[in-house]
């Protein structure tokens, strides 16, 4: 019942990011690595999300790695906790959609830590998770990632 709670919560405020690309307010592509507890692997993915909604935005990602051609699907809403021009960090809650499991989705805590490069449109990334109801599985996202739009 609460995972089905969790999963209702989460879709309705991620919906907003995913309903199409076109509305989305910035969209990033990435390339980097992903650590945790179980082997580092190359990871690349393709991110959007939508405007702020007091300084909380609803995010959508689809990530690739060596091992799929199917992503796995990441929606979550994250609060702005920190946003200067050095760095910006954001903290929220989401789904993790893994194709291994049949689209079953995990609640995960998920931060993100971006320091923009002096490369135009680009940002060093690292994105921590932790999953509560999975035995606290953790992962490390590293990464590149480069603006491909972003609209006020």
């Known amino acids: 019942m609460l995972r089905t709670a969790l999963v209702l919560v989460f879709i309705g405020t991620a919906l907003p990011a995913a309903a199409a690309a076109a509305a989305a307010q910035r969209a990033f592509l990435g390339a980097g690595i992903v650590l945790g507890d179980f082997s580092s692997e190359p990871d690349f993915d393709l991110h959007i999300?939508?405007?702020?909604?007091?300084?909380?935005?609803?995010?959508?990602?689809?990530?690739?790695?060596?091992?799929?051609?199917?992503?796995?699907?990441?929606?979550?809403?994250?609060?702005?906790?920190?946003?200067?021009?050095?760095?910006?960090?954001?903290?929220?809650?989401?789904?993790?959609?893994?194709?291994?499991?049949?689209?079953?989705?995990?609640?995960?805590?998920?931060?993100?830590?971006v320091v923009p490069l002096p490369i135009p449109r680009t940002a060093l990334v690292a994105i921590p998770d932790v999953q509560p109801f999975q035995d606290f599985e953790w992962a490390l996202v590293l990464k590149v990632s480069l603006t491909l739009w972003s609209r006020r």
């Open 49 to 113: 999300d939508g405007p702020p909604w007091h300084a909380t935005r609803a995010e959508l990602t689809l990530a690739w790695s060596d091992r799929s051609a199917k992503p796995t699907v990441i929606t979550e809403a994250e609060r702005s906790l920190i946003d200067t021009k050095a760095l910006a960090v954001d903290l929220g809650a989401g789904l993790l959609w893994f194709d291994a499991n049949d689209y079953r989705p995990f609640p995960a805590i998920i931060s993100t830590i």
